[in-house]
C-alpha cells in the first residue's frame, strides 16, 4: 500500500534562511512524487514533481526537490525562504505500477516564515 | 482560462439528508478526481474518472458515496443518508493525463464544505 509522511506539523524559518520541509514514502513499485502548496482560502496549487531522470527537480517559486530513492525521501527546499512563501505544503505519491491512478497525500506541513 | 470550478461553495445539510456536490473541470481535460479534506489532514482519495468511466473507485467509504461523470466533463459527487462524519471539504481536481500517463499535475478546485448538522 502506498504512505506518504511528512514528520513535522509545522516548519518555522526566518526570512532569507534556507528552508526544509520533509516527506518519505513508501510504495511498492514505483513512485510518483510530488509537491502542492496550499495558500489561505485558495485552492491546492502544483509546485513540481518526480516523474523520472535527474534526482534533483526544480518547480514553481524557487522551490526545488530532491529525489532519493534509498531513503525514500523527497524532501522540498528552497535556498532562501520569503514571508509569502508561508502556508500549508502537502507532498503526494502515486504508485504507478501497482497503484492505479490513486494519489496519497500527507498530512501537510505548516511553513511559517518570519520577517 | 477558466480554472476547476465546484459549487456550491458550501452546503449545510441534516443528518439523513441526500447532497449532490458538483465540479466543472478544465475544458480538455480528461482526467477528473475527487477527494475529501478533513480538518489537519491531507487531501482524501475518494474516485477517478478517465472520460465517463470510473477508472478508480477504491477510495469511496461505502455505498452511500456515488460519483458520476456521464458527459465526460462535469461531475457530480451524491451522498446518501448523510451521517456527521461526512462533514468535510470535497475537492475536485482534473489533469490532463491520458490512460498512458497519470503523471501530469491536478489542477485543484476551490472545494465544497459540506456540514452535516
Known amino acids: 500500500a502506498q504512505s506518504v509522511a511528512q514528520p513535522e506539523d509545522q516548519v518555522n524559518v526566518a526570512e532569507g534562511n534556507p528552508l526544509t520541509v520533509k516527506c518519505t514514502y513508501s510504495?511498492?513499485?514505483?513512485?510518483?512524487l510530488f509537491w502542492y502548496v496550499q495558500y489561505p482560502n485558495r485552492g491546492l496549487q502544483f509546485l513540481l514533481k518526480?516523474?523520472?531522470?535527474?534526482?534533483l527537480v526544480k518547480g514553481s517559486y524557487g522551490f526545488e526537490a530532491e529525489f532519493n530513492k534509498s531513503q525514500t525521501s523527497f524532501h522540498l527546499k528552497k535556498p532562501s525562504a520569503l514571508v509569502s512563501d508561508s502556508a500549508l505544503y502537502f507532498c503526494?505519491?502515486?504508485?504507478?505500477?501497482?497503484?492505479?491512478?490513486?494519489?496519497?497525500f500527507g498530512a501537510g506541513t505548516r511553513l511559517f516564515v518570519k520577517a | 482560462g477558466a480554472g476547476v470550478s465546484q459549487t456550491p461553495s458550501n452546503k449545510v445539510t441534516e443528518k439523513g439528508k441526500y447532497v449532490e456536490l458538483r465540479c466543472d473541470p478544465i475544458s480538455g481535460h480528461t482526467a477528473l478526481y475527487w477527494y475529501r479534506q478533513s480538518l489537519g489532514q491531507g487531501p482524501e482519495f475518494l474516485i477517478y474518472?478517465?472520460?465517463?468511466?470510473?477508472?478508480?473507485d477504491s477510495g469511496l467509504p461505502n455505498d452511500r458515496f456515488f460519483a458520476v461523470r456521464p458527459e465526460g466533463s462535469v461531475s457530480t459527487l451524491k451522498i446518501q443518508r448523510t451521517e456527521r462524519g461526512d462533514s468535510a471539504v470535497y475537492l475536485c481536481?482534473?489533469?490532463?493525463?491520458?490512460?498512458?500517463?497519470?503523471?501530469?499535475?491536478?489542477?485543484f478546485g476551490p472545494g465544497t464544505r459540506l456540514t452535516v448538522l
Open positions: 518526480y516523474i523520472t531522470g535527474d534526482n
Open positions: 481536481a482534473s489533469s490532463s493525463s491520458g490512460t498512458s500517463g497519470g503523471h501530469n499535475e491536478q489542477f
Open positions: 510504495v511498492s513499485g514505483n513512485p510518483y
Open positions: 503526494a505519491v502515486r504508485d504507478y505500477n501497482t497503484g492505479g491512478f490513486k494519489t496519497i
Open positions: 474518472f478517465q472520460g465517463t468511466g470510473a477508472a478508480d
